[in-house]
């Protein structure tokens, strides 16, 4: 066992005994790799504080249940994003849209993320409704599926794909108005 696994697994197993201090690096070790995720998510600072606090708790609260197979962070990151909608759904409620679902094909030039740093990238998303920026998230940034944000939203699949849909097209629209590119739908 390499040195980093073995400081890792006393780490948790400290964590699993509820020690403080264990506890708190372990929560520090994670804030900077998690804070994105959580800024993602939420139109605040705090909020995303907010979020990574009790996110976190839920951690250590269930931190017995990590078997070690699979990488921390990750196991981590999925307790941060189903922390994050739980927020939202304490925060907004979901309507339930019936609108038809028309795919797209975005034609858009290769270096336009070049233009924009994360940070202003991260400004334009979470300009988005907040049910709109959910799905978009999800979607694009966790890799969920139209069926498992459907289900964790309590949406139909048809109804996850039409935030999506409109995301997209907000996003094309505020990209346009700031001068990045005319895009094609």
């Not at 606090?53 to 990750?74: D, H, P, R």
């Not at 939203?153 to 700031?178: C, D, F, P």
Request: with cysteine.
């Amino acid at each position: 066992m390499d040195t980093n696994r073995h400081i890792e697994n006393d780490l948790l197993e400290a964590c699993r005994n509820n020690e403080r201090r264990a506890q708190e690096t372990l929560y520090k070790q994670f804030y900077q790799a998690m804070m994105p995720v959580c800024l993602s998510y939420t139109k605040q600072q705090d909020a995303a504080i907010e979020v990574y606090n009790n996110a976190m708790l839920k951690v250590f609260q269930s931190i017995s249940s990590y078997s070690g197979t699979g990488e921390l962070g990750a196991w981590i990151r999925r307790i941060i994003v189903n922390a994050c909608i739980d927020y939202l759904r304490k925060e907004a409620r979901f309507e339930n849209k019936k609108g038809t679902f028309e795919s797209t094909t975005l034609h858009y030039r290769q270096d336009i993320i070049g233009d924009l740093s994360a940070d202003e990238i991260l400004d334009l998303v979470r300009k988005l409704p907040d049910t709109h920026q959910l799905v978009f998230n999800l979607y694009v940034l966790e890799g969920f599926s139209h069926k498992e944000i459907a289900e964790n939203l309590g949406l139909s699949t048809g109804t996850s794909k039409w935030y999506l849909n409109k995301a997209r097209h907000m996003l094309i629209a505020e990209l346009e108005s700031i001068g990045i590119s005319k895009l094609e739908v």
